[in-house]
Nanobody, 118 residues
Framework: QLQLVESGGGLVQAGDSLRLSCAASGRTFTNYDIGWFRQAPGQEREFVAA???????SYAGSVKGRFTISRDNVKNTMYLQMNSLRPEDTAIYYC????????????WGQGTQVTVSS
């Protein structure tokens, strides 16, 4: 089993920055695509960003240009740098992993809360 643990959430003001981390353990990190999702109250979970095993990133349109996803395969950790945060970015952020591209995400973290005040 691959275990994922998020950290770095918190309460910030609009325009601030925040960096989320997702630490992986239990399996070979480099064998997985990894990504970030978020879920706001009363809404469905939505895709935020992902990075493939080869390091290719992809982003949701709502965060492109503001968020940057990266991975450190030595530290088995993924990051989401969030800049120019907006109140609509408020959500629980989850990291996820999958063993094959274009398949359902197999592993999920417990989530970390991000709250952006206006």
């Amino acid at each position: 089993q691959l275990q994922l643990v998020e950290s770095g959430g918190g309460l910030v003001q609009a325009g601030d920055s925040l960096r989320l981390s997702c630490a992986a353990s239990g399996r070979t990190f480099t064998n997985y695509d990894i990504g970030w999702f978020r879920q706001a109250p009363g809404q469905e979970r939505e895709f935020v960003a992902a990075i493939s095993r080869s390091g290719f990133p992809s982003y949701a349109g709502s965060v492109k240009g503001r968020f940057t996803i990266s991975r450190d395969n030595v530290k088995n950790t993924m990051y989401l740098q969030m800049n120019s945060l907006r109140p609509e970015d408020t959500a629980i952020y989850y990291c996820a992993a999958r063993g094959r591209s274009y398949t359902p995400w197999d592993y999920w973290g417990q989530g970390t809360q991000v709250t952006v005040s206006s």
